[in-house]
């Protein structure tokens, strides 16, 4: 049984060099119930068991790294000794279209796989996805889960995938290289929030006391790190109509954030040519001024990584605050052979407290449980006090500035789309230009 503190989970930190990560997404702290670990009686009652004692192999199709689910698959086979969990591993920019494939001709060779949370309506819609609202699943879910992560996971009221991670931003900076450039700190507090025209002031300044990165995003040129700027510019999500299969990507909103995004790289201010496996890296080594990431990224905390604070993610003066939400959940194949042993994994992956701290184990994300994320949280300011306060900030956020991505049957293709057009703004095209080509390709893409 594991318990709050526990030296796993600390050994497990200090591997990490910190406390999260999306690239997304610290291991767990059970519950103090001995016949238990940690969850809802719901869940502890749902997952007591395991399914048959047939042995049976379930097969992972998981995004990016085989590491990252090392703790999960390792604590569920404790749990379940007659389930064995193997991985096969597809790369984030891969992922979609080896769903797509192979589940188009029925694949059964796989069981469970990774499917980002803004995916499920275009997945459900397809049939890619297993109906979890008719399965037991569905009565854990909203027992254990927070809403808003349930309804991002929702395809017409039904629930499609079992939210296993959640995620917001904040805004890392480098103190040595603020107090060279003689900048203040930005506050902990959202009510003190800078704006976009606050940081850009302030990262030109570090520049030009010589860091050689004033600003970096995460996820350069991915919606999910982009969105937040046009909903804060008032641009909406970028889809509209009643089906959101309209695209709306050139009006006011979107140009004003897209200029300002077209700014930093323009002025040097961010860099250009660096993706988002290597982003990490600039603040990490303390290349970096400031850096807008998910909450508690291990690379903050290895040899070479400076003094670092946290504070709010940024907004447009005269806009709104606005930061993203959602993260991987996982999608159970409908095709699979093996049905009871992956429900009993999506369950303790993501209803069952300490299965769930487990899946955040090697890629820390703050969790859609409502028990466990005030447990990762503790665990995170414990192990890292640079980081404290980060909790109470993320719990603001995530009731007051969350915005989802649409849950369109045609996002994948949005996704995508708009994705090269940041590209080619980041790269230097006129935001104009790179705009009224997405809008054209859109309408013609999502007309069908």
Same mark, same amino acid.
């Given at each position: 049984?594991?318990?709050?503190?526990?030296?796993?989970?600390?050994?497990?930190?200090?591997?990490?060099?910190?406390?999260?990560?999306?690239?997304?997404?610290?291991?767990?702290?059970?519950?103090?119930?001995?016949?238990?670990?940690?969850?809802?009686?719901?869940?502890?009652?749902?997952?007591?068991?395991?399914?048959?004692?047939?042995?049976?192999?379930?097969?992972?199709?998981?995004?990016?790294?085989?590491?990252?689910?090392?703790?999960?698959?390792?604590?569920?086979?404790?749990?379940?000794?007659?389930?064995?969990?193997?991985?096969?591993?597809?790369?984030?920019?891969?992922?979609?279209?080896?769903?797509?494939?192979?589940?188009?001709?029925?694949?059964? =060779?796989?069981?469970?796989?990774?499917?980002?949370?803004?995916?499920?309506?275009?997945?459900?819609?397809?049939?890619?996805?297993?109906?979890? =609202?008719?399965?037991?699943?569905?009565?854990?879910?909203?027992?254990?889960?927070?809403?808003?992560?349930?309804?991002?996971?929702?395809?017409?009221?039904?629930?499609?995938?079992?939210?296993?991670?959640?995620?917001?931003?904040?805004?890392?900076?480098?103190?040595?290289?603020?107090?060279?450039?003689?900048?203040?700190?930005?506050?902990?507090?959202?009510?003190?929030?800078?704006?976009?025209?606050?940081?850009?002031?302030?990262?030109?300044?570090?520049?030009?006391?010589?860091?050689?990165?004033?600003?970096?995003?995460?996820?350069?040129?991915?919606?999910?790190?982009?969105?937040?700027?046009?909903?804060?510019?008032?641009?909406? =999500?970028?889809?509209?109509?009643?089906?959101?299969?309209?695209?709306?990507?050139?009006?006011?909103?979107?140009?004003?954030?897209?200029?300002?995004?077209?700014?930093?790289?323009?002025?040097?201010?961010?860099?250009?040519?660096?993706?988002?496996?290597?982003?990490?890296?600039?603040?990490?080594?303390?290349?970096?001024?400031?850096?807008?990431?998910?909450?508690?990224?291990?690379?903050?905390?290895?040899?070479?990584?400076?003094?670092?604070?946290?504070?709010?993610?940024?907004?447009?003066?005269?806009?709104?605050?606005?930061?993203?939400?959602?993260?991987?959940?996982?999608?159970?194949?409908?095709?699979?052979?093996?049905?009871?042993?992956?429900?009993?994994?999506?369950?303790?992956?993501?209803?069952?407290?300490?299965?769930?701290?487990?899946?955040?184990?090697?890629?820390?994300?703050?969790?859609?449980?409502?028990?466990?994320?005030?447990?990762?949280?503790?665990?995170?300011?414990?192990?890292?006090?640079?980081?404290?306060?980060?909790?109470?900030?993320?719990?603001?956020?995530?009731?007051?500035?969350?915005?989802?991505?649409?849950?369109?049957?045609?996002?994948?293709?949005?996704?995508?789309?708009?994705?090269?057009?940041?590209?080619?703004?980041?790269?230097?095209?006129?935001?104009?230009?790179?705009?009224?080509?997405?809008?054209?390709?859109?309408?013609?893409?999502?007309?069908?």
């Amino acid at each position: 049984m594991r318990t709050t503190g526990s030296p796993r989970w600390t050994r497990g930190l200090a591997v990490a060099c910190c406390v999260l990560g999306s690239t997304a997404a610290l291991s767990a702290c059970g519950g103090s119930n001995k016949d238990s670990r940690g969850g809802s009686p719901a869940a502890a009652g749902a997952s007591t068991q395991a399914a048959g004692t047939k042995p049976v192999t379930l097969t992972f199709l998981a995004c990016c790294s085989a590491d990252q689910m090392k703790t999960l698959i390792k604590d569920f086979q404790v749990k379940y000794p007659n389930i064995t969990v193997k991985q096969e591993i597809v790369p984030f920019e891969n992922l979609n279209d080896v769903v797509q494939s192979r589940l188009s001709q029925k694949d059964s =060779s796989f069981d469970v796989y990774d499917a980002d949370q803004p995916r499920t309506a275009a997945l459900a819609a397809r049939g890619f996805l297993m109906n979890l =609202s008719e399965t037991p699943y569905g009565a854990l879910a909203k027992q254990n889960l927070f809403a808003q992560s349930v309804v991002a996971s929702s395809y017409q009221g039904q629930i499609f995938s079992a939210p296993m991670w959640s995620s917001s931003q904040v805004l890392y900076y480098n103190k040595a290289l603020l107090k060279k450039a003689g900048v203040t700190p930005p506050s902990h507090d959202p009510a003190q929030r800078w704006t976009w025209e606050q940081l850009y002031d302030a990262a030109q300044k570090t520049r030009k006391a010589g860091s050689q990165c004033g600003f970096m995003f995460d996820q350069p040129d991915r919606y999910y790190q982009l969105q937040p700027l046009v909903e804060s510019a008032g641009g909406g =999500s970028g889809l509209s109509g009643a089906d959101l299969r309209t695209p709306d990507v050139t009006n006011a909103g979107w140009v004003k954030a897209m200029d300002f995004y077209s700014k930093l790289y323009a002025s040097k201010v961010s860099p250009r040519g660096v993706p988002a496996e290597q982003s990490r890296a600039l603040f990490a080594t303390g290349k970096c001024a400031f850096f807008l990431g998910v909450p508690a990224i291990p690379d903050f905390n290895g040899p070479k990584a400076p003094s670092y604070g946290f504070a709010p993610h940024p907004y447009f003066q005269g806009g709104k605050p606005a930061t993203p939400s959602d993260s991987f959940a996982l999608g159970v194949n409908p095709n699979t052979k093996n049905k009871d042993a992956v429900l009993k994994f999506v369950e303790y992956a993501t209803t069952d407290v300490d299965g769930n701290l487990a899946s955040v184990a090697d890629n820390p994300n703050p969790t859609p449980n409502v028990k466990a994320l005030p447990q990762f949280f503790a665990t995170v300011e414990k192990g890292q006090p640079q980081l404290t306060g980060l909790g109470d900030l993320i719990d603001y956020e995530l009731q007051h500035t969350v915005v989802h991505r649409p849950p369109s049957t045609g996002y994948i293709t949005f996704e995508s789309t708009i994705g090269n057009a940041f590209a080619d703004i980041r790269n230097g095209q006129p935001v104009k230009a790179a705009l009224d080509k997405a809008q054209k390709e859109l309408g013609s893409e999502l007309a069908h």
